[in-house]
């Protein structure tokens, strides 16, 4: 049997070098509670990062010569004394020093045993923040950098430390009703054990309170509902509903939203660039048994034939700061710099799908991230370059921290006439 606590350690090593939590986290041989607690840990360590190492700092000297290894050990540990009511004191040091003497030396295990055992004796003290800045403050309560705390007060005001808290809540498991409708669905796994409950988003969506098993279940078997945030299932909803309608998902993975369309629209060709991801899109397409989506590898930014599709989505790629409470080390890796070069992606991406959008045609655009140069800056300067065009209706965003659902920015464009884009456009 696993041990949880070395398997969180591994996983976080991988995720210091770039990987994804959930690609990183082996789950394969652990039971149900050590996977939990596990995974309590990995997501907790990279949750509060940066006030980890601010506790670190105080009792340890030389910090600069600590071991990566050792550091990331040192977290994980500092966080179960923290946050962890449940785990003794005495447990999580015994446990710490043996794997910090299986990955380093005799002496690793000393400085282990030693910084933790400070910071128990020190109780409380030992976790207070020590400044009378907020920024720093709120940086250091918050784990994120402070040019994220800047950002996020310039934009929220006085609701900035709402958000920032949010990231630290639980994400409920969502899933919508396929082939089924919501009562039916609800009927069905509550025979099977499972508690739901109304999404506070999403007019089909349901929360499962205790999701273990659920991919067991013959509702899923069934294909009769597919996992999906919320937010995330209200961008399909804004389109207008056409059974004859061609339709385009043209960064589709991992298909929920080509789902969606392909319930309300007559076709719907779903494409990505990553080949891999529509492999598994198409394993979903096969269970849920939806025989009107063809996929295709397709870089977003590739020409597309003129003013073709009635529908066309695009769900850009992003910096993906609403999905912090699913996957935390975004926060830690995303710079301003990097949503700035997005953006000129996302614009690229939305001039080559406006060409392809018919004339009476409507056009989505969403993200799943909050900052305003990734949504209304990205529409304000497409906008302004295709007077023809019109919103809808003004964009919507759902914020963590005002609905228990994940961050998302939506809006739909529609294209009112057939305003040449260039000398080849006009038909």
């Known amino acids: 049997m696993k041990n949880p606590r070395f398997t969180a350690l591994k996983t976080l090593q991988k995720v210091a070098h770039g990987e994804f939590i959930q690609d990183a986290f082996d789950r394969k041989g652990l039971n149900p509670k050590d996977e939990r607690l596990a995974e309590t840990i990995i997501n907790g360590t990279v949750q509060h990062e940066l006030f980890l190492d601010y506790v670190i700092d105080q009792f340890v000297s030389n910090t600069d010569k600590l ?16 946050f962890l009511d449940r785990v003794p004191n005495r447990a999580i040091v015994d446990e710490s020093v043996k794997i910090a003497k299986k990955i380093a030396n005799q002496g690793a295990g000393g400085l282990v045993n030693g910084v933790l055992r400070s910071i128990i004796r020190e109780g409380d003290d030992a976790f207070k923040i020590k400044t009378d800045d907020d920024i720093t403050y709120l ?34 498991i969502t899933i919508r009703p396929i082939h089924t409708n919501k009562q039916e669905l609800q009927i ?101 048994g939806y025989e009107n989506i063809t996929t295709q590898v397709r870089n977003a930014k590739t020409p597309l034939p003129k003013k073709t599709y009635d529908r066309i989505l695009v769900d850009a790629p992003c910096s993906g700061l609403g999905l912090l409470r699913r996957k935390p080390e975004i926060k830690h890796r995303v710079t301003l710099d990097d949503v700035l070069r997005l953006a000129l992606t996302q614009r690229l991406i939305l001039e080559n799908a406006y060409h392809a959008l018919a004339t009476g045609g409507e ?65």
């Open 188 to 288: 069905s796994l509550e025979e099977e054990g499972f508690e739901l409950s109304d999404a506070e988003v999403g007019e089909t969506a349901l929360n499962v309170e205790n999701p273990q098993g659920l991919f067991d279940s013959k509702a899923f078997h069934n294909g009769h509902f597919y996992v999906q945030d919320g937010a995330s299932q209200e961008v399909v909803s804004l389109f207008t509903r056409d059974v004859k309608a061609e339709a385009l998902d043209l960064c589709a993975a991992p298909g929920g939203k080509s789902f969606q369309m392909a319930e309300i629209f007559h076709h719907v060709l779903s494409c990505d660039s990553n080949g891999e991801r529509l492999k598994l899109m198409d394993e979903n397409i096969k269970r849920l």
């Open 67 to 82: 071991q990566a290894n050792l550091r990331i050990l040192l977290r994980m540990s500092i966080y179960q004394i923290r």
């Open 363 to 427: 056009l989505v655009y969403s993200t799943c991230t909050v900052t305003v140069e990734e949504n209304e800056g990205v529409l304000a300067s497409f906008l302004k370059d295709h007077p023809e065009c019109t919103l809808r209706s003004k964009g919507i965003r759902y914020w963590p921290h005002q609905k228990n659902c994940d961050g998302f920015s939506m809006a739909v464009i529609v294209r009112k006439d057939d305003y040449a884009l260039d000398g080849n456009d006009a038909q």
């Open 139 to 172: 940086s250091l309560r918050y784990s994120f950098s402070e040019e994220w705390v800047k950002y996020f007060k310039t934009l929220l005001g006085n609701d900035a430390e709402k958000f920032l808290a949010s990231t630290f809540n639980p994400a409920p």
